[in-house]
Structure formats: structure tokens, C-alpha cells
């Protein structure tokens, strides 16, 4: 199925994914469900960079795999370049996997130890027919020397290297049958500081001389900042704020980000910094509150809010979209719409 094309290069709406939980061995039946996402949507335009930030366990990375289907979804829709992707046949999929691609968090756990860097990189270029023999051993050198390694480099194999320099293989590896689309699941939340900020960099070149855009998720709200266009906000299954950058740090309207921003240490001992605590821990997502599901931890809880979900609305016309009854442009459309 296609779809009419704009500017936006992926399109989600009204994404799930709920994992079973099943009892019994013989005669096996569900008892439950994981709500990992319940009902996401957003954009992610040409050239651009979202970043997707939460806690841990929040559906972040279920949401990035599932854009690449890599897992199937419960139900929703993912518009790639116009065409939805849960619908591809196998073949389409497989053609259409050279423009999305993934950089994984571990950058140890996601390469072959077994396999050199020279084949590791040129792997995809055999899948995909891009290249073979010479051509291939060319192109993997040319891709060694565009993320800042060497063509002798090739002949080694990963437990050879540092971290950051393995991020650098996994960069390489995805950027070998040129895609449109990279996926960057936690890509330096393995590493030291100051390589982190070495690869964020290498990041922001390559999609400068290659016009990549990339869906960024990560846990550290300073490294998003630096990296991305909009930020979307991630609890327990569902998108809470997403709005562009510069705005959600100069006005973040979600207790929940509030809270988050609040946490992000200051480099100046002189400055004193309010922090926002958040108290109890993060609810189940197999159990998931009533109404907001971040009543149970929010410090501004009013009584609508826990039997009452708050619609994802665009609060002021120009893109701050808010799930939160405290926020007025919220409670306007609810009522408009009643």
C-alpha cells in the first residue's frame, strides 16, 4: 500500500506491541500482555534528527525494532517513504531493508567475533548486490577511512579494538548499502565521555555529507540535545511531549520532563539547580495505571488524571504536542471535542 509523499520520511501512527505472557506447557493460553507500546505516533522528516528519550524500559527500543521490523507490531501503521511497512511482502522487505538501518547499543554484542571487520563491513554489500571481489574489498576501505579508521584495519577482528572504535565498525557496517533511514539504538551509552562525544560528532558529518536521518534514542538528555532536531518523550509505552529541541528545553510543559530535565547535572558548582524527585518506581507495563500513566510518580496529580487518559494534543499550533490534563491547550481541545 503507498502512500502520498511529503516531507516526512517515516510516519507512525497509533503504533502497539504487546508481548503475550502465556501459562501452562501442554495447553498453553495468555494470561496477560507486556504493553512494551501502546499507541505512539509521530514523524521524522527528510534530513532531520528525532531523538526518542526515557527510562529504561519505557518501549524505546521496541519502537525502533519495530520500525525496522525486526518485530512485528500488535497493530498500527509505519509509512516508509509511502509505503507501509507491516504490509510488505517478504521480498519488498528485503529490498526496501538497504534504506533503514541500525546502530546497536552494543557496539561488542553486535559484531561476529568470528568474522573480520573487512567481512563484516562487506556483508551487506554481498546480501545486497552492491558489490563483489575487488569493488567490495574498495568500498570497505573507503568506508574504514569515512568513519576514522584504517583500510589495514580490514583484516582484524573486533575483540582487536576499543569501543569507541567498534561503534565506528557498526557505523561503517550501516552506512555500506547507503540508507535513507538509521536507527541509533543508545549508540554511546556504552562508551567513555570523550568518546562519546567523538562519535556523536562522526554522527552529525556523516549525515551532513550523506543527508541521513536518524531516529536517536537514548537515556541522556544533554547528548540528545546536542544531536537532535525534535525530542519526543517516552513513559511507560506512550509519547508524553514532543516539540522541537530549543522548545522543550526552555519550556518543557510535562511533569514528567520536567522532572527529567531537572536531573541533568550543571557544570558549575556555584549554581544551585532545583531538582524535581520522582517518588516510587515505574509501574508495570503489564499492569499499566488508569488514566495518565504517570499519576503514580507525578507530584502535580489531580483527581482527573487517574481515571482519565489525556489526549496527545498540539497545545499552541506550532508543534508542542503535550499528553497532560495541567497543560491548558490539553483541556481546550478535550472540551472542544466533547
Not at 509505552?237 to 520532563?257: A, F, M, Q, S
Request: aromatic share 6%.
Amino acid at each position: 500500500m503507498a502512500r502520498e509523499q511529503s516531507n516526512a520520511l517515516l510516519e507512525v501512527k497509533d503504533l502497539v506491541k504487546h508481548f503475550p505472557i502465556r501459562q501452562g506447557i501442554i495447553f498453553s493460553r495468555q494470561v496477560g500482555a507486556v504493553q512494551a507500546v501502546d499507541g505512539v505516533s509521530f514523524t521524522v522528516n527528510k534530513g532531520e534528527t528525532l531523538g526518542l528519550v526515557g527510562e529504561s524500559g519505557c518501549g524505546k527500543t521496541t519502537t525502533g525494532r519495530l520500525i525496522l521490523r525486526l518485530l512485528e507490531p500488535t497493530s498500527g501503521e509505519i509509512y516508509f517513504d509511502g509505503k507501509n511497512i507491516p504490509e510488505l511482502p517478504k521480498d519488498e522487505m528485503r529490498e526496501l531493508r538497504k534504506d533503514l538501518q541500525i546502530i546497536f547499543q552494543d557496539p561488542y554484542g553486535s559484531l561476529n567475533p568470528r568474522m573480520t571487520v573487512g567481512d563484516i563491513i562487506g556483508e551487506p554489500l554481498h546480501i545486497h548486490k552492491i558489490a563483489r571481489g575487488k569493488d567490495k574489498e574498495k568500498r570497505v576501505r573507503e568506508l574504514l577511512d569515512v568513519v576514522g579508521l584504517n583500510a589495514f584495519h580490514a583484516r582484524r577482528f573486533p575483540h582487536e579494538f576499543s569501543g569507541g572504535q567498534r561503534q565506528r565498525i557498526g557505523i561503517a557496517r550501516a552506512l555500506a548499502v547507503n540508507p535513507k533511514l538509521i536507527v541509533c539504538d543508545e549508540p554511546v551509552s556504552a562508551l567513555d565521555v570523550s568518546i562519546q562525544a567523538q562519535v556523536i560528532n562522526l554522527l552529525q558529518d556523516l549525515q551532513k555529507e550523506y543527508g541521513l536521518t536518524y531516529l536517536f534514542i537514548a537515556h541522556d538528555l544533554s547528548v540528545v540535545k546536542h544531536i537532535s532536531d525534535r525530542v519526543a518523550v517516552m513513559y511507560l509505552g506512550k509519547i508524553v511531549e514532543l516539540t522541537d529541541k530549543d522548545e522543550l528545553y526552555r519550556n518543557p510543559k510535562h511533569p514528567y520532563t520536567q522532572a527529567l530535565l531537572s536531573a541533568i547535572p550543571v557544570p558549575d558548582p556555584t549554581v544551585k539547580k532545583e531538582r524535581i524527585l520522582l517518588h516510587g518506581d515505574v509501574p508495570s507495563p503489564i499492569n499499566p495505571p488508569s488514566g495518565c500513566r504517570f499519576h503514580t510518580r507525578c507530584p502535580k496529580v489531580m483527581d482527573i488524571c487517574k481515571v482519565k487518559e489525556p489526549e496527545f494534543v498540539d497545545t499552541t499550533g506550532d508543534g508542542h504536542f503535550v499528553a497532560c490534563h495541567l497543560v491548558p491547550g490539553v483541556k481546550e481541545q478535550q472540551k472542544q471535542a466533547q
